[in-house]
């Protein structure tokens, strides 16, 4: 294989590999934003429907357990929308020069290691992702078992 195409290959893997990052790191801002937006209707729902429910002076499980729900809900949105520092989602430029300076690598050996570099950053993120997207899943599910619990009580009254 000529060192022209081994050079295009390498170039073409560096840009997909930031693409592939920069879409991951979308993936994340996008389910930040609307699990801000699902904490935001917790504590709506929580405020009017739960406030009614639970001023009954006659506590019920229905009401509890749609209270706990609430919180189990507003609780996984928290630890979502908190920030995780063990993402990356760059490399940083100035570590990188020195590494490949020191190593005597040329753009092409450069942009292949970053290639590497990139994707294995991707697997770590991808395995937070995965799991914030799962906890959004269950803060959206605590919020609707806390709404159907308020419900059913109040129209029980």
Known sequence: MSSEKTGDLADLAYEISLRTLSQQEKILDELRARTGVLLAATAFATSFL????????DLDWL??????????????????????????????????????????????????????WNGEAWEANQTIVDWLIRC????????????????LKLSLN
């Open 63 to 116: 009401g509890l357990l749609g209270l706990a729900a609430a919180v189990i809900s507003i609780l996984i949105c928290v630890y979502v929308l908190a920030p995780k520092s063990n993402l990356n989602f760059a490399i940083h430029g100035a570590a990188a020069y020195e590494y490949f300076f020191r190593a005597g690598a040329d753009l092409q050996e450069a942009h292949r290691t970053l290639a590497y």
């Open 50 to 57: 739960g406030a009614r429910a639970l001023q009954d002076p």
């Open 136 to 151: 959004f899943g269950i803060a959206c599910g605590g919020l609707v078992v806390a709404v159907l619990l308020w419900s």
